[in-house]
């Protein structure tokens, strides 16, 4: 954990703050403590095959090998292993490479991070925010979930945060969140009053783009708003962002606030839909 802290945390993309101010606050003092509370967290939503994020993906990754059998198709981690550097060497002799990076909003601090490993002239898709297959696929795994549990009072979007000085330095990340918030809704024929979008996994003590999850959870609870439903549209997999964070903390500030029964809806995952779509944004990559 404290090695993957620590790659994570070290990466410019990730953490703008200058070097020389973060770099000893980070071997300091957050090396020196977040490695245990990570492993806590990551322990309640450990899979017997490993962690979800890895399952989910390499699972993934399988179900497209059967519907692409024509591709040669792996996948990597930009942070940890397998690594992106050691999936290129092993597709060194395809005629062409495409990399997706399975964040669906662009942002700097995740697609363009991917760029500074796989180089300037690599094929990479930027973001699949507002594909035509990728709404579809979200509208199906909500309205699956509905179907066999009921339709909540309200459907919040939670989508992973960014510090809000990043989108004033021009970062397109907020907007492609509103963009494929509002394509879902549509999707769903939601009025605007049914759904919401929130923004969560704050870290440091700077402003991040609002309004954030759980205290809008909390908000929601004290309005009396029974039950809601949260979804992750930004995390094609479940991962601690959405079974810790999201499933058990925002869980516990809904119902700790007066709610009554709170709803985490699974990610994409293996979802038919999800992997039918992923087929089409790999052939239709530029």
Not at 63 to 84: C, K, N, W
Not at 89 to 104: E, H, T
Request: with cysteine; charged share 25%; net charge neutral.
């Amino acid at each position: 954990m404290r090695r993957y802290l620590a790659e994570f945390l070290s990466d410019p993309r990730v953490v703008q703050l200058p070097r020389l101010i973060w770099l000893p606050i980070l071997h300091g003092i957050v090396l020196r403590t977040r490695p245990a509370k990570s492993a806590k967290k990551y322990a309640s939503v450990w899979m017997p095959e490993g962690s979800p994020l890895a399952v989910h993906t390499m699972r993934q990754t399988q179900l497209l090998r059967s519907v692409l059998p024509d591709f040669q198709i792996e996948f990597a981690m930009r942070y940890g292993s397998p690594t992106i550097a050691e999936r290129l060497r092993i597709l060194s002799k395809c005629n062409r490479v495409v990399v997706i990076p399975l964040y669906p909003q662009y942002s700097r601090s995740t697609t363009e991070s991917i760029r500074d490993v796989v180089g300037p002239d690599a094929t990479m898709v930027e973001s699949f925010h507002d594909h035509p297959a990728y709404i579809a696929a979200l509208a199906a795994g909500v309205r699956r979930h509905w179907d066999a549990r009921g339709r909540g009072d309200k459907l919040v979007m939670s989508f992973h945060g960014l510090p809000k000085r990043a989108v004033e330095q021009g970062d397109p990340y907020q907007a492609q969140c509103a963009a494929t918030a509002k394509l879902l809704a549509a999707a769903l024929q939601l009025e605007e009053k049914d759904w919401m979008l929130t923004f969560q996994s704050r870290f440091g003590a700077a402003e991040w783009l609002q309004p954030y999850t759980e205290p809008s959870l909390r908000r929601l609870a004290q309005a009396g708003i029974r039950r809601v439903d949260v979804a992750c549209p930004g995390f094609v997999s479940d991962c601690l962002e959405t079974l810790e964070e999201i499933a058990i903390e925002g869980r516990a500030a809904f119902l700790d606030a007066g709610g009554s029964e709170f709803h985490a809806l699974p990610c994409l995952n293996e979802a038919p839909e999800w992997i039918e779509a992923l087929a089409k944004i790999v052939e239709t990559a530029p």
